[in-house]
């Protein structure tokens, strides 16, 4: 009998958010991109919500022991080489997992604002925004906010390049590393701005029209974090991130009457 020879052990990522039953966005969103750039993904639930590609009709939080838990479990035994938080909808969630970071000594920290669904349903209580801005953002290497999300944390209207990058300055202060507002609700070409503290950088691709949306922020905080676990730089983990989305934007298919997801894995179907 033939033993199997084992594979080398992949980098390890880490997804703490919610599960999206439709299967674009959340836990699932998270796990298949990890999958699809060579990472080993591991999750932490935090709700459990019942949502499709036009609504999100219910949400059950998953209580703050059950959520300590999971990362324990996870952290204790598998580890990972990169992190990334999604859907934290209270304040309670937050702390238990910015605890969990604090405890398990966690660096590479993506750190995705998850307030509002792609159909329009807040997915974040407003009390809970103080508690990212206090909590969890001081531990992230990197936030990646839309211009709705970075208008909230920033408290301020974003309509220009400039305000992105005033948003992200402002943003900055509550300690993240880099704050990456990203562009694609302004009317021009989807343009994300990363700021370091010191400097800007621009990240561009051409704007993709299509309805496929869902579980686009997801998908791309989730890739940098694989791409971080893989080892590379900063700015090198964001273009290669947008060049991943963008792909999974202008492949997508179908799924559903609203807003469809990305394709996920169209770097690995291609020959289908």
């Not at 033993?3 to 959340?26: C, F």
């Not at 997915?123 to 508690?131: D, F, I, N, S, T």
């Not at 562009?183 to 070409?189: I, Q, R």
Request: aromatic fraction near 4%; charged fraction near 20%; include cysteine.
């Amino acid at each position: 009998m033939t033993a199997p020879t084992p594979a080398p052990v992949p980098p390890k990522a880490l997804t703490i958010a919610g599960s999206d039953s439709g299967g674009g966005a959340g836990i699932q969103a998270d796990l298949k991109t990890f999958g699809a750039l060579g990472a080993f993904g591991s999750s932490v639930i935090t709700a459990i919500t019942a949502q499709n590609t036009v609504a999100v009709t219910a949400v059950q939080e998953i209580s703050t022991d059950v959520i300590a838990a999971q990362i324990d479990a996870v952290m204790e035994d598998i580890g990972a080489d990169a992190v990334k938080t999604g859907m934290l909808s209270s304040p309670e969630i937050v702390r238990a997992v910015s605890e969990g970071i604090e405890r398990h000594a966690i660096r590479n920290l993506v750190v995705d604002p998850v307030m509002i669904a792609k159909s329009g349903d807040r997915l974040l209580k407003e009390e809970a925004v103080r508690a990212v801005r206090e909590y969890l953002l001081p531990l992230a290497r990197i936030v990646t906010p839309n211009i709705p999300e970075a208008e909230v944390l920033a408290e301020m209207k974003i309509d220009s390049e400039a305000d992105m990058i005033e948003a992200a300055r402002q943003i900055h202060k509550s300690g993240p590393a880099i704050v990456i507002v990203k562009g694609g609700h302004l009317a021009d070409m989807p343009i994300d701005i990363a700021w370091d503290g010191e400097k800007a950088s621009y990240f561009q691709t051409d704007r993709v029209n299509t309805t496929a949306t869902h579980g686009t922020g997801c998908t791309f905080s989730a890739a940098i974090a694989a791409h971080l676990a893989h080892g590379y730089e900063v700015n090198d983990a964001i273009e290669r991130s947008k060049q991943y989305l963008y792909g999974a934007l202008m492949t997508a298919y179908q799924v559903g009457s609203g807003h469809s997801p990305v394709h996920h894995f169209h770097q690995l179907w291609s020959d289908r």
